[in-house]
């Protein structure tokens, strides 16, 4: 693995505009502690998610630091953030970590005598019984390959995907970055569910300002990680001209739907995600004349990667499954 990384590295550390040492021998293990510590912000949680010493990680980016030339990363308050330099380099770092993932993976197919692993990153909320039937076809065409599966936000579904992490990914909205390419999948509608004995349970109103003075449910606004359904509700009251309501944030959505299901408030979901409730009766909707918003689920995989049989029967059976109705 360190020569794979170590020619990468050349090869496009050569071909940027970044003022550092044309041969520059970094080796995987360095850029996977500089990715880490990026990620996590701090030395001693990149030290926890590596499983290595404080000391270790420090020296480990000391020394890519000394390669570089550079500093790469700076300090604000008590986290590291990265210097232009590390921006930089942090393209380039993800493409070498994605190279070495497909390595190890494919030497791990041949040495387990399976066809190699298919990673899939998904959003929480869309690993429902869909992707299980897809999984099952899936297993059922290609019964060789390792399938794993990790539920994430949509941001860090794409960055999965892009640091190789993940093989494909299912996440919400388009994604724009020239290291993924994105098809779309399914389209998923957006509806008002309450309670089964709300006053409005399967009644109809001609606006979502109707509904201003409910309480609503949603995910809690955090970073650029936090899922679109944060912010939907809101931007669809925005739209409308009304500033603020009334809210709770709750971040799963099995907590969202039992709290709707006891009356504590309505909430905006994927009609999808509580079909099976509805026709249960547990949860019904309201339906809202001029909320018309569909929400695009897209699958994700690394551009210039190459997409395996795998992956690509995956977003195929996900496509299907959908079609089909399948709750």
Not at 150 to 169: F, I, K, M, Y
Not at 188 to 207: F, G, I, K, T
Not at 279 to 284: F, I, P, T, Y
Request: net charge positive; hydrophobic share 45%; with cysteine.
């Amino acid at each position: 693995m360190f020569f794979l990384a170590k020619s990468c590295v050349k090869r496009i550390i050569s071909n940027s505009d970044m003022r550092m040492t044309h041969q520059m021998p970094m080796d995987s293990e360095g850029l996977e502690t500089f990715l880490c510590v990026h990620r996590t912000g701090s030395v001693s949680a990149a030290a926890f998610t590596l499983s290595r010493t404080q000391s270790a990680i420090s020296r480990r980016l000391t020394v890519l630091e000394e390669q570089a030339g550079v500093p790469l990363f700076e300090r604000v308050g008590r986290r590291l953030v990265m210097s232009d330099a590390g921006k930089a380099l942090l393209p380039y770092a993800e493409r070498v970590a994605a190279a070495v993932a497909d390595a190890r993976s494919a030497a791990q197919g041949l040495r387990s005598g399976k066809l190699g692993a298919l990673r899939i990153a998904a959003v929480g909320t869309l690993a429902d019984s869909r992707l299980t039937a897809a999984l099952h076809e899936v297993r059922r065409q290609f019964p060789g390959v390792d399938l794993q599966l990790r539920t994430a936000t949509s941001a860090q579904v794409s960055d999965l995907v892009r640091t190789g992490e993940a093989t494909v990914g299912l996440r919400y909205f388009d994604e724009r970055s020239p290291d993924l390419s994105a098809q779309r999948v399914v389209t998923e509608r957006l509806v008002v569910a309450c309670s089964n004995d709300h006053p409005l349970a399967r009644r109809r109103v001609p606006s979502l300002a109707k509904l201003a003075g409910e309480r609503w449910l949603a995910f809690p606004v955090i970073d650029r990680h936090e899922e679109f359904f944060a912010g939907s509700v809101f931007a669809q009251f925005m739209s409308r001209g009304i500033a603020q309501v009334e809210w709770t944030a709750i971040d799963s959505l099995t907590a969202q739907k039992r709290l709707v299901e006891a009356g504590l408030g309505i909430a905006l979901m994927q009609d999808s995600a509580i079909r099976e409730e509805v026709d249960r009766r547990q949860l019904a909707t309201i339906r809202v004349d001029d909320l018309q918003v569909e929400v695009p689920v897209v699958g994700i995989t690394r551009r210039g990667a190459g997409v395996s049989p795998a992956a690509k029967a995956l977003l195929a059976a996900v496509r299907a499954a959908c079609k089909q109705g399948i709750a």
